[in-house]
């Protein structure tokens, strides 16, 4: 380790900018921490040609003062296979830099904390989706991204939760067939299925973190404040997702946020989305249910820091496994 980095006048002066971005939601107490912090980071991206490429459930600090491009994963995914620079640090979890890996095969791809795992991507394994095959041998793959390469590399198509629907129809006319397969996520199966007439099979995967808001819960938020908007991920369950007012992936709800303005609103989804978006919106009320994810969680100041100077941990893709999960997601890219 480096020698840490102090809140010294100039980096106050250097970082100012910056928490005018984050002022609503940060105390300024609290930026004493994590202003060094920024400073330095910002520093080494520029010495090393590095980006962060930050999801939309990072902590703010991280989402708004570090991260060069935020979005979800299918915004991500685009940006790793477009950028110029030579390092990608993924402020994600490690589904997601294996895809930025598999996207940008030339790129060293570092991740902060190789434990910031994913209980969907950890429900299937590559030997579960070739007994899937073999038992619907005519049927096409669709997999959410949110699976590791060697579980993209057994699929037809993945798909992200924003445009599921799409992909789903699209393969199912490709393939000519009015069932597909879709992994791992079952009740993300379940909303794309009521949403279209293909029939899906699906898998007993769940995010650990969507799949524990329930509708009474959605119900007690509505009684408690009267004309309150409800934004609902489709990682949730379907009876959550029929109470919401609205149902789509993060950038679909952070897009209904902004061109909607609801006047009080309560966003389904992992706790630091709200944040990163109430920051932005300082005239929307938000009221923050709290289900944090505890691999994204992993993922701090501190842990990119430490991944930039000593360029730890590098994310590595068997290049044979790299080629075959490509397919998949460029067939996705194509879609849209
Ligand atoms: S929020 Fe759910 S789907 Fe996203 S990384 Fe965490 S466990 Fe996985």
């Keep these: 380790m480096g020698v840490e980095p102090a809140f010294t006048p100039d980096v106050a002066r250097a970082t100012e900018g910056l928490y005018a971005k984050v002022a609503t939601i940060i105390p300024r107490v609290e930026w004493a921490v994590h202003a ?34 935020a979005g979800d994963s299918l915004a991500l995914a685009r940006e790793a296979a477009r950028t110029d620079a030579k390092v990608i640090v993924q402020a994600g979890v490690h589904f997601m830099a294996e895809t930025s890996k598999i996207l940008s095969p030339e790129k060293t791809v570092l991740i902060p904390d190789m434990r910031a795992g994913c209980s969907l991507a950890s429900s299937i394994s590559g030997a579960d989706v070739r007994l899937l095959k073999q038992k619907y041998p005519s049927l096409p793959v669709v997999t959410y991204v949110n699976t590791s390469a060697e579980v993209k590399a057994e699929s037809d198509i993945c798909c992200t ?133 505890p691999h994204m969680k992993r993922i701090t100041l501190e842990g990119i820091l430490h991944s930039l100077r000593t360029m730890t941990h590098e994310v590595v893709v068997d290049p044979v496994v790299a080629a075959r999960a490509r397919a998949p997601i460029d067939r996705m890219l194509a879609v849209q």
């Design 36 to 69: 060094p912090l920024i400073a330095e980071i910002n520093r080494l991206k520029r010495e090393k040609n590095a980006v962060i490429l930050a999801h939309n459930y990072m902590t703010p600090e991280i989402f708004h003062c570090v991260g060069d491009f």
């Design 161 to 293: 939760s924003g445009n599921a629907v799409a992909v789903v129809e699209a393969i199912a006319r490709d393939f000519g067939v009015d069932t597909v397969i879709m992994i791992p996520d079952k009740y993300l199966a379940r909303n794309v299925a009521a949403k279209t007439g293909v029939k899906v099979i699906t898998w007993e995967g769940a995010c650990e973190v969507h799949e524990r808001f329930t509708a009474a819960e959605i119900r007690d938020y509505r009684a408690a404040h009267p004309g309150i908007t409800v934004l609902a991920h489709p990682e949730c369950p379907p009876d959550v997702v029929a109470e919401a007012d609205f149902a789509g992936s993060t950038a679909a709800m952070i897009a209904y946020v902004g061109s909607h303005k609801p006047r009080r609103v309560v966003m389904v989804t992992e706790c630091s989305m709200s944040d990163n978006v109430a920051a932005e919106n300082p005239d929307v009320d938000f009221i923050r249910p709290c289900n944090l994810c």
